[in-house]
């Protein structure tokens, strides 16, 4: 029987205590530190060479579908009643709305250091020490809405205009490409500065502190983050019924991209399983 991801604010206030808590113990028994570790080796980014598999890339979707199944399936090695919700980032949209409650994610980093400092991921808590970062910083840290140089979090209208376009993807399948649903959602845009972050990007630089970069798995806002932008993707395909994940064969010997992206039926690493098999989970999970 497939399980339920449901909307963060929909959950009650058992079932926020018990997926904090199984967050807590993964994070003890040290396998949520093999999750930053990972996601951190899978940020590669297409000025450089070889493969991409987690961004800048076609399979930006299915990698993270993956990646959050994963994490998934440690919670509910622990409690099996746990499932990842997901942050409605079109609804609740200020640093006082879900999921930056006391028993959720805690609130915003305070205004010195943007250190949390409250709810289960405040560092002087002793349950969430950052040890496998990109700076030596061992407490997480939050910038929500960056108190300096706001910025605001994509908007319903702006997630639309992914959704609509009826093309999964587009040569040459990286962070350039203004056609096609995976960038359009994965959000590289044009121009400069905040105006080029779109949706699943400008989130990210909205929450600020440890969710800029490769380590932003730190912030566990990270899995309602991308449970909402895997919710996007059967959005996608219930709106364009028979589009596929593409491209469907690799790029030829004499394309740039040739060996750098990975095809519908290729293994998308450091998994064993293809995008392909990736785009139907109805047998796993459902959204409520
Ligand atoms: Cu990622
Ligand atoms: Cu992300």
Known sequence: ????????????????????????R???RGEYDEFVRTHIEYYTSDGENGLRAAHMAPSFLPWHRRFLLELERALRR???SVTVPYWDWTRDRTPVSAPW??????GNGRRSDRQVTTGPFAYAHGAWTINEGVTDGKFLTR??????????????????RALKDPAYD???WDSTVTRGFRNKLEGWGTGRG?????NHNRVHRWVGGAMVGGASVNDPVFWLHHAFVDLQWSRWQRRHRGARYLP???????????GRVVARHQRMPPWDVTPDELEDVSRIYRYA
Do not use: C
Not at 16 to 21: A, L, Y
Not at 194 to 198: E, G, M
């Open 194 to 198: 905040s105006v080029s972050w779109r």
């Open 78 to 80: 622990v409690d099996p």
């Open 170 to 172: 587009s040569a040459p």
């Open 1 to 24: 029987m497939a399980y339920t991801r449901k909307n963060v604010t929909a959950l009650t206030r058992a079932e926020r205590r018990r997926f904090v808590d199984a967050l807590l």
């Open 101 to 106: 409650t006391e028993d959720l994610m805690g």
């Open 143 to 160: 910038d929500l809405g960056r108190a300096r140089d706001p910025i605001d979090l994509p908007t319903r209208s702006e997630l639309d």
């Open 248 to 258: 469907a064969s690799p790029p030829g010997a004499g394309d740039p991209q040739h």
């Open 26 to 28: 993964v994070k003890r």
